[in-house]
């Protein structure tokens, strides 16, 4: 009978893992395509980007999704059987609810080796390439190749460039710029032809214009010069590229082994907190999940998502400390680890009595 129950437990838990895992992502992607839009919108980034950047923030947030998508489930489908007086019908019958910690622990167990092959190297690993894609769309927008018969903003909107067509060549023809400095004065050149090029490696962009006019002033006043000139470069610089390698959350999980810097250090316990988290958290879901008669259904789940909260706030607090050296690496995030652990034994203890577990362990014994 007891293989029986705990495969009809377990196939509850997995399908509403399955679904409050599903909305919580459907949830993240609506977030972060908002959020993504927004940057594209401002920033003229090409459609590909956008999905590019949509799929790569989904993989870096699953860390926090599938560890609060546990919890739920477990909360939910335990929370139905008591509500349903199914679980008082099984321990009418003597089944106690801690014969139930074997078939979650081992789904969780199966959880807690994936989310830590996300958490060692595929997020680090999608952070950095989130970057890298996000600065490079961000230079091709405002620095890459100028379109005819489109404005082109550079220098955070303080310069305004348009072109009226561009020849097989690539020369510019019917060229106007503007420019805008910090003292409020004006340049406004307008040209026959100009070119555009990039000069050096360091990301130094120079538009030469060719056979036109600059006015020069400041609105209002009637001082403005006019000049005319035959060529005139006009030198605009990138913005400087991300150095991902120094950002420990970017950095490939082996390089920061051996490692004694304290961000570091910080970065590698951190991530080894996601598998840890999600088997605490289903030692304490199992007991907190117990409703009494006449309880609701979903009388535990804002209960489950505060627990969730405080402990992963808490070791992002310790993260913090450790890298400002407020913390000893042997200490680390690890007590927070074992404040879940006493919770969650202390909840178990609480709910079955030393004598009713140590019975139920030595029926699976």
Not at 92 to 104: I, M, N, Q
Not at 322 to 346: D, F, Q, T
Request: with cysteine.
């Amino acid at each position: 009978m007891k293989w029986t129950v705990q495969r009809y437990v377990l196939r509850e838990v997995v399908q509403t893992w399955l679904a409050v895992t599903g909305v919580l992502v459907a949830i993240l992607l609506a977030n972060q395509l908002s959020r993504v839009l927004g940057q594209a919108a401002d920033n003229h980034f090409d459609s590909h980007v956008v999905l590019d950047l949509i799929a790569l923030g989904a993989i870096m947030n699953l860390s926090v999704v599938v560890p609060v998508g546990l919890l739920l489930s477990i909360v939910l489908a335990l929370g139905r059987l008591y509500h349903d007086s199914e679980m008082a019908a099984l321990q009418a019958c003597g089944f106690s609810p801690t014969r139930l910690l074997v078939p979650l622990f081992a789904f969780s167990t199966l959880i807690a080796v994936g989310l830590g092959w996300l958490t060692f190297f595929q997020v680090p690993r999608a952070d950095h390439q989130s970057q890298l894609l996000r600065q490079a769309a961000l230079k091709e927008a405002r620095f890459g190749q100028l379109d005819a018969g489109r404005f082109r903003s550079f220098a955070g909107g303080n310069a305004v460039f348009y072109a009226e067509r561009i020849d097989p060549n690539g020369v510019l023809h019917d060229v106007f710029l503007q420019r805008e400095s910090a003292s409020g004065r004006v340049e406004v050149a307008v040209a026959k032809t100009a070119t555009y090029t990039q000069v050096g490696a360091g990301g130094m962009h120079q538009v030469t214009l060719y056979d036109g006019r600059r006015y020069e002033g400041v609105p209002g006043r009637s001082d403005f010069r006019v000049i005319r000139f035959r060529e005139h470069g006009i030198p605009i610089a990138a913005p400087p590229g991300i150095a991902g390698t120094n950002d420990p959350d970017t950095k490939p999980t082996l390089e920061l082994l051996g490692s004694l810097a304290p961000s570091d250090i910080a970065q590698l316990q951190f991530r080894s907190s996601a598998p840890i988290m999600v088997l605490l958290l289903t030692l304490i879901a199992l007991p907190l999940s117990r409703l009494r008669p006449r309880q609701g259904r979903y009388m535990r789940v804002g209960v489950a998502i505060v627990v969730f909260f405080v402990y992963s706030n808490l070791l992002a607090l310790a993260k913090v400390w450790l890298e400002r050296g407020k913390l000893s690496p042997w200490l680390g995030v690890w007590w927070i680890h074992a404040i879940a652990l006493g919770l969650g034994l202390y909840l178990l203890w609480k709910q079955s009595p030393p004598k009713l577990l140590q019975r139920a362990l030595a029926e699976h014994s």
